[in-house]
């Protein structure tokens, strides 16, 4: 029996961050943020993330949300940074509506949130020092499928 429980929380954490799925954008005056998250099996999500202002593409990373023995995992590979390895952000904490990943050895940003504020809209807030100081961004992304 207790096998059977087991069993069935297997990638609980993942399940429970389904609603990352899909297109998100925000556009504004400064350009275009858009995250596009798919699911390529039961364990982990995916997504790409890039900044596009005007014709230049300012930001591209490519993102693993990954649950491994229960544990969940952020993994962003940021092109032209780190020598395009991948830096890992564990998860911190999560509510049915957040997740916030943190790694402080990670120059900036040391904490990622992503947040549902509704269906079809979230908050990614990106936080951290940075030259001695406290940073914060926040972009609302609206979703697009």
């Known amino acids: 029996m207790l096998f059977s429980c087991t069993n069935n929380s297997k990638n609980e954490k993942i399940r429970a961050s389904q609603w990352l799925l899909g297109q998100w954008k925000n556009t504004s005056e400064e350009g275009?943020?858009?995250?596009?998250?798919?699911?390529?099996?039961?364990?982990?999500?995916?997504?790409?993330?890039?900044?596009?202002?005007?014709?230049?593409?300012?930001?591209?990373?490519?993102?693993?949300?990954?649950?491994?023995?229960?544990?969940?995992?952020?993994?962003?590979?940021?092109?032209?940074?780190?020598n395009d390895k991948p830096i890992l952000f564990p998860l911190l904490s999560e509510t049915e509506n957040e997740l916030i990943f943190e790694n402080l050895q990670n120059d900036y940003p040391?904490?990622?949130?992503?947040?549902?504020?509704?269906?079809?809209?979230?908050t990614i807030s990106v936080s951290g020092k940075q030259a001695k100081k406290i940073v914060s961004e926040q972009f609302k992304m609206t979703k697009s499928n």
């Open 32 to 82: 275009i943020i858009a995250e596009n998250w798919s699911q390529p099996n039961d364990s982990t999500l995916i997504a790409t993330s890039y900044y596009i202002k005007e014709e230049d593409t300012l930001h591209f990373e490519n993102i693993i949300l990954k649950e491994t023995e229960g544990e969940l995992v952020y993994e962003t590979t940021i092109k032209g940074q780190n």
């Open 110 to 122: 040391q904490k990622i949130k992503y947040q549902r504020n509704s269906k079809s809209g979230i």
